[in-house]
């Protein structure tokens, strides 16, 4: 894991995150306005997005739903 420091994309604020050593999005929390956002560790950075802005595959919660393997009969 490695930490880096990024800008909420709500309130701007600095906030210090761990990314994991994957290219997965993690969901973060910004201490100054309370809301929750997504990182995303990239080849050039971190991009950052609001939750409800970022697409599908950079959304955890969406990509997990979209990538899992379903079997249906």
């Known amino acids: 894991m490695s930490a880096v420091n990024v800008n ?3 309130c701007g604020e600095d906030v210090r995150i761990e990314q994991a050593d994957d ?3 993690e969901f973060h929390n ?3 306005c309370g809301r929750r956002f997504i990182a995303e560790r990239r080849a ?4 950052v997005m609001k939750e409800k802005e970022a697409p599908c595959l950079s ?5 997990e739903i ?6 249906e009969e």
């Not at 050039?44 to 991009?47: I, P, Q, T």
């Open 23 to 25: 290219y997965a999005p």
């Open 66 to 71: 979209e990538t899992s393997a379903t079997c």
């Open 30 to 32: 910004c201490r100054a």
């Open 8 to 10: 909420c994309p709500y």
């Open 59 to 63: 959304n955890p919660e969406c990509r």
């Open 44 to 47: 050039d950075g971190v991009a």
